[in-house]
């Protein structure tokens, strides 16, 4: 129904910048909130921001300060900007949204993207 794609990862040394992306595409109506999350190896996934429809936005204490994320509701897509990179953000990124795909629908269908991964070397 609906896909998202996310892109911008990659390997970049500590205290570096990289830009994650990721459009929604499909039977979309309206999407809602959008945001972040991350999965570092051996351990749970986290959440890392999120944005609201009207540009509300919340970010992970680790990551506050160095991470911003916003949204270009024309495009349906969501990005995140990170700087001064640590190795502890070293993870597979992934985005959601929240996304109404019928009229008159309550109730907003959670999807996520395939993941990109972000690799902080020391």
């Known amino acids: 129904q609906v896909q998202l794609m996310e892109s911008g990862g990659g390997l970049v040394q500590a205290g570096g910048s990289l830009r994650l992306s990721c459009a929604a595409s499909?039977?979309?109506?309206?999407?809602?909130?959008m945001g972040w999350y991350r999965q570092a190896p051996g351990k749970q996934r986290e959440w890392v921001a999120f944005?609201?429809?009207?540009?509300?936005?919340d970010h992970a204490d680790s990551v506050k300060g160095r991470f911003t994320v916003h949204r270009d509701s024309a495009k349906n897509a969501v990005y995140l900007e990170m700087s001064s990179l640590k190795p502890e953000d070293t993870a597979i990124y992934y985005c959601?949204?929240?996304?109404?795909?019928?009229?008159?629908?309550?109730?907003?269908?959670?999807?996520w993207g395939q993941g990109t991964q972000v690799t902080v070397s020391s």
């Open positions: 499909g039977n979309i109506v309206r999407i809602n909130d």
């Open positions: 959601y949204a929240a996304v109404i795909v019928r009229p008159f629908q309550a109730v907003p269908n959670g999807f």
């Open positions: 944005i609201t429809t009207s540009g509300n936005t």
